[in-house]
């Protein structure tokens, strides 16, 4: 017969057996972690309150120089602008439409739901580089089926090109980036409607409640939470724009397209202005830091 004090003391066994477990098991994850995010982002953070260049062994301490170089460098507001810029365009056109695919998708369409569906994700598992060059080739003035398009149907192409303009060269990347990320969204939303009880709709329809006005007062209510988590996970990947950026306009023309990702890589790459490239990079950081609090928050409360 075991006594109270063996019993304790396996208990405490198997809690310490348990830990030493996980421990094992989250070492990797942790290790890869460490290297690859947490050291580089205090580098990061390090090197902003100094002035070095690429190549420079010799660090110069400057405080904080470099964010109020920022506070008054115009290009970083153009920057932050334009990210805030993709950032609702992005929510607008991804989540947008793509809840209105899901819901066609879920109701709508009787046959064919698996081609549709595949056929509207097949470009998010495109590389986005892939995704910007194939655009790239469309909106060339030259040899892009876009302008023909335009022309087809008796209308004038702009004269500086659809990324040439600065007027039109930031929501050509929306429309890029829309292209390739509302499928996800569609997915992500599709999922919520799907678990939507289907007695719900039954009942409503005896009160009459049909077509748009269920959508508005039944399915928009019960995927809240779905529809909270993606935007914040667009709004996210509209601060980390990078590629589509980099691959269709290098921030041109006149800064125009100019994101903070790409101002980042000018400043320290280009320019090899690496304290002050920190600087901005510190900023984005915690920028994401607070959005993906949010979103954990969020998706505990879901």
Known sequence: ?????????????????SAFSS??????????CTVLIFVPALMAVVGSFNAFSLTSTDWDFVGLANYARAWNDPVFWVA????????????TLQVGIGCILAALLDRGIPKGQTFFRTLIFMPMVVSSVAVALIWLIIFDPNV????????????????????????LSIWMVLIVAAWQYTGF???????????????????AALDGARGIKAFWHITLPAIRN?????????????????????????GGPANSTQVLGTYI??????????????????????????LGWIQLKVSRSA
Do not use: C
């Open 265 to 290: 890589f000018l400043q320290g790459f280009s320019l090899t202005n690496m304290g002050y490239a920190n600087a901005i990079a510190v900023v984005l950081l915690v920028i994401a830091v607070i």
């Open 80 to 91: 932050l602008k334009n990210n805030l810029i993709i950032v609702f365009g992005s929510v």
């Open 144 to 167: 892009g089926i876009l302008n023909e398009l335009v022309k087809a149907i008796g209308l004038t192409p702009p004269q500086l090109g659809w990324l040439g303009d600065p007027d």
């Open 23 to 32: 421990a094992i098991l989250l070492a990797p994850a942790l290790i890869i």
């Open 185 to 203: 969204m569609m997915v992500l939303i599709l999922a919520g409607l799907q678990g939507i009880p289907k007695e719900l709709y039954e009942a």
């Open 226 to 250: 779905v529809l909270i988590v993606a935007v914040l996970i667009t709004t996210i990947g509209g601060f980390k724009l990078f590629d589509f950026i980099y691959v269709l306009t290098q």
């Open 1 to 17: 017969m075991s006594t109270p004090g063996t019993t304790a003391q396996a208990e405490r066994g198997l809690v310490l057996s």
